[in-house]
């Protein structure tokens, strides 16, 4: 689907959430006035589903056609077992390029942890795709440790949560109001009259009532948005925020250095910062694999997917031509090209095409005569991806004065 219009239009909007406005007595003027309103959803918890809030905050923050697989409904609550039969479907689909586990942190910590190691497996397995990933409840600790060791290359954890400038959807009638602690009933009384003032201090107090919202769904928006605006080479950070009025919770420049690099896990967890003057924006660009030089940074490992897939699709014509080598020169020449234009828009590192890419094939060179024998044809392929500036490192030294 292409528009949030579509999304609701197949699946619905998002479920009403209930609401219990509680009062108090204003000791100054005697008069019961709205004291705080309370989410809860119809079990009496906090709203168990936020998918249409998630695909609204997808859109807003730049997200294009997308897939959506249903893990659940809104009769129970969400299951691990949803979640694996849809990315069991998910598998047989080639277009997706990323994988978002909305309201999977609604599982138990063992069941959403084990999940997102199935989506990394999944991802090294098609090599065609990547995970964005939430931390649940905020426990980096936990994430760390629940998500394993396997495929962190294909994945990147954002911290924390959102206040976003989304409303929730609620229903009226089925506002409750709770009187103020001395049984007055006036409370009551007066919400379902609509000309008094409780009344409009309580809708404007429902109306004042945020989405507090996962990071991934904003996430896959922008890599959209970057992905279309300047290329997946470019590190999705150091981008704003679209919808949100903040972070959950700030995070400093040394909490910022605990989660780039954790010195026991090792695995990396990117942050959503608020800077005075710039916003909410997005300041890390780090895979799981925190501690690997080569797969380190997400855009790196996404240009390798991106190419990977490229050169794989468009050299499907070779498929049963002759072994030989007009084949092989015709099959060079298609891959050549088309990373010259990476190299063009500056995907590659190198001042030259001859430093930025290689492309080798051939007897002697990627084959032996078994290999041809066997149907073989192997193509070698090497590229210098560009890795982005994470630290701007200045040094200063203090010139005295000359006589």
């Known amino acids: 689907m292409t528009t949030l219009l579509e999304y609701e239009t197949l699946f619905g909007g998002a479920k009403p959430t209930g609401y219990t406005v509680h009062t108090r007595v204003d000791p100054s003027s005697g008069l019961t006035v709205v004291d705080r309103v309370e989410a809860v959803d119809a079990d009496g918890g906090e709203p168990s589903y936020l998918m249409s809030y998630c695909m609204s905050h997808y859109f807003k923050n730049g997200g294009g056609p997308c897939y959506v697989i249903r893990a659940g409904d809104y009769t129970s609550a969400p299951a691990k077992a949803g979640y694996e039969a849809a990315l069991g479907l998910l598998e047989k689909e080639d277009?997706?390029?990323l994988i978002v586990l909305t309201d999977a942190v609604?599982?138990?910590?063992?069941?959403y942890h084990d999940v997102c190691q199935q989506v990394l497996a999944q991802c090294g397995k098609l090599k065609d795709r990547f995970g964005i990933f939430d931390v649940r409840g905020g426990d980096t600790g936990a994430f760390r440790e629940g998500v394993g060791t396997n495929k962190l290359m294909y994945g990147a954890a954002y911290?924390?949560?959102?206040?976003?400038t989304l409303n929730f959807a609620y229903d009226e009638t089925a506002v409750t109001v709770q009187p103020p602690d001395d049984g007055d009933a006036q409370a009551l009384s007066a919400l379902k009259d609509t000309e008094t003032a409780l009344y409009n201090?309580?809708?404007a107090a429902l109306l004042n009532e945020r989405v507090v919202l996962l990071p991934s769904a904003a996430m896959a928006g922008i890599y959209a948005r970057v992905d279309r605006q300047r290329g997946v080479w470019k590190a999705p950070a150091n981008v704003s925020v679209s919808a949100v009025i903040g972070p959950v919770s700030k995070t400093t420049n040394e909490a910022q250095e605990a989660l780039n690099v954790d010195p026991t896990a090792g695995k990396s967890i990117n942050a959503i910062r608020a800077f005075t003057g710039k916003g909410t924006l997005v300041w890390?660009?780090?895979?799981?694999?925190g501690n690997d030089n080569e797969w380190r940074y997400v855009p790196v490992r996404r240009l390798f997917i991106l190419i990977e897939e490229s050169i794989q699709k468009s050299t499907g014509f070779a498929v049963f031509e002759p072994n030989d080598a007009t084949t092989w020169l015709k099959v060079k020449g298609m891959i050549e090209a088309y990373l010259y234009s990476l190299w063009e828009r500056g995907a590659l590192a190198g001042p030259t095409p001859e430093s930025a890419?290689?492309?080798n094939v051939g007897l002697g060179k990627t084959m032996t005569s078994q290999d041809i024998l066997e149907g073989r044809m192997i193509v070698e392929v090497g590229v210098a991806a560009v890795r982005p500036a994470e630290f701007i490192i200045l040094r200063f030294s203090h010139k005295m004065q000359e006589a």
């Open 201 to 203: 201090s309580a809708k």
């Open 284 to 289: 890390g660009s780090r895979t799981l694999a």
């Open 159 to 164: 911290y924390p949560y959102l206040r976003t």
């Open 95 to 97: 277009e997706p390029t």
């Open 357 to 359: 890419y290689f492309v």
């Open 106 to 111: 609604k599982l138990s910590a063992a069941d």
